[in-house]
């Protein structure tokens, strides 16, 4: 199975408040999982990503956590800004270098 | 250092004809992959190019096909088109086939009519 599954679909947070996505998968031959950001008319940029071996990466105000037990990983996102209002997209990357993707979370911070 | 470019940025076509999307990587990056965008179906991989072979396919029929030129840069082409294909289709380029981060370029819009 090479499915990520990502929920919520959408997700409305106040302004300093915090943001969580999830995401789980199935296949254990993903050996990368990377986060990505899509603001309208642009395309995904990376924005954290983190290895199996790994539980937790922090860069700024955006943590992953990653059970690889429950082959489950999810995004945090600390005090959110109005400026984070995006699209998100988890993804695994297959030991090849394919990359699959979540279906995306619609997440809008109000100020 | 320019970042994924994709041009056109934009297309208008009709049901049965033919286009060409064209992407230049990073310079540097010699892999390309190709994705196509829906709101119903998110981000499904197309193909994957590295030194002008094809190395990774997605489950897209044999009207989508691409290829890759010895300075990097590809272009994907969609023949007989359908209403279905309208999408966005992205570009991304990683330094090498197996690099786990990809960079994508903003994509070009299509609008089959």
């Known amino acids: 199975q090479q499915q990520v599954k990502q929920s919520p679909q959408s997700l409305i947070v106040q302004k300093g408040g915090i943001s969580i996505i999830n995401c789980a998968y199935e296949?254990?031959?993903?050996?990368?999982f990377p986060w990505y950001q899509q603001f309208p008319g642009k395309g995904p940029a990376l924005l954290i990503a983190?290895?199996?071996?790994?539980s937790e990466k922090k860069e700024g105000r955006f943590t992953i956590s990653f059970n690889k037990s429950a082959k489950q990983f999810s995004l945090h996102i600390m005090d959110s800004q109005p400026g984070d209002s995006a699209t998100y997209f988890c993804?695994?990357?297959?030991?090849?270098?394919?990359?699959?993707f979540g279906q995306g979370t619609t997440l809008q911070v109000k100020p | 250092k320019a970042g994924v470019t994709q041009t056109p940025r934009y297309l208008i076509k009709t049901r049965g004809q033919q286009v060409t999307l064209s992407c230049s990587p990073i310079?540097?990056?010699?892999?390309v992959s190709w994705y196509q965008q829906t709101p119903g179906q998110g981000l499904q991989f197309l193909f994957e190019?590295?030194?002008?072979?094809?190395?990774n396919k997605g489950n897209f029929p044999g009207r989508f096909s691409g290829r890759q030129f010895s300075n990097s840069r590809s272009e994907m082409n969609v023949s007989t088109l359908e209403l279905g294909d309208s999408a966005l289709y992205l570009c991304?380029?990683?330094?090498?086939?197996?690099?786990?981060?990809?960079?994508f370029g903003p994509g070009t819009r299509l609008t089959v009519l």
């Open positions: 310079s540097g990056h010699r892999s």
């Open positions: 190019y590295f030194s002008e072979t094809q190395r």
């Open positions: 983190i290895r199996p071996d790994v």
């Open positions: 991304a380029s990683s330094l090498a086939p197996g690099s786990n981060e990809q960079f």
């Open positions: 296949n254990t031959a993903f050996d990368y």
């Open positions: 993804a695994a990357v297959l030991n090849t270098g394919k990359l699959i």
